[in-house]
């Protein structure tokens, strides 16, 4: 059968652009999709063949036009900008706070910042333009970036949840448990940790095909929404998923259980009332911040099932990548007297947080 190359079919055409949307939901291109799906040579080697070769990804999964979402999403950057430089200034300018605690804690709002980073000034951008899209390679980029500070974040409250075990539970070899090669090796570790992990996640996802114009609705590029779009063979990336919710989520999950019942314990046997107050208060900001953290970043890469609202999906991400960043330097803040003492003697103002250090 003779095909009319003036009309060619959909079968004829092969689309550069995969678009996020929500399955199910058939909206037509844009007037000026024309930019986004370059036409290839029926006879080159796609020919007969529903796999597009991907140059695009549309990100359809938030309101455009609303200079509130680009204006919420500005305000919560500079928040998480200011909060955690905030933290990185007050440790390394106080001598009170040169501890292996804060050592680590300034590692974490690095990571934090990282988090807002990798996200945050590509969806402002998409905010302003008529359609948010991002390349195949900056997504793979940014896919990278994101699963590998969460990776390391996962190891680093790990270690955090030890260091307090070390410190309360074991004080005369805390010293030698955690000197600063040490730190500095776990520290190392955590990054590395999870810069493999996402190196194995983005090589997988780099091996992914996508038919046509497959719709699913995210802000940004994850696995979990890439999974579902790919129409290739997705095994391999769904057992590396699993795999790493079990080794690189759940298993510094239960060392952070298994320490803080360790720390509960002994604080419940402390004799003098003073010394436990003290024992929760410099526990309680880290335990915080590790649930909170845990249980957005397993509802997004644990959904319950594959129908689950896309709405629902974006706010988790949401939450697990932008709002958590935001939210961490502010626990430390108003739950850590020590911190809490640093801010006051940096700002010059004694009664400026109330209470005492």
Sequence with gaps: MEVDRDHPSSETVALGVVVLQTPGSESPPPPHSAHFCPQTNPAGPMAGENQTHVTEFMLLSFPRGQPFIFVLFLAVYLATLLGNSAILALVFLDPHLH????????????????????????????????????????????????????????????????????????PLRYPHAMSWGVCVAAATGCWLWGMLDSAVHTLLASRLSFCGAARLQHIFCDVPPLLRAACSNTRPSEMALHAASIFVGLSPFLLVVVSYLRILATILRMPVAAGRSKAFSTCSAHLLVVVLYFVTANLNYNQPSPGSSPAADTLVSALYCIVTPMLNPLIYSLRNQEVRGALRKAVGRRGWLGGSA
Excluded: W
Aim: aromatic letters at 12%.
């Design 99 to 170: 501890s292996p605690m804060y050592f680590f804690l300034s590692h974490l709002s690095c990571l934090d910042i990282c988090y807002s980073s990798v996200t945050v000034p590509k969806i402002l951008a998409n905010a302003l333009c008529p359609q948010a899209t991002i390349s195949y390679g900056g997504c793979l980029a940014q896919m990278f970036f994101l699963m590998g500070c969460a990776g390391a974040e996962c190891a680093l409250l790990a270690v955090m949840a030890y260091d307090r075990y070390a410190a309360i539970c074991q």
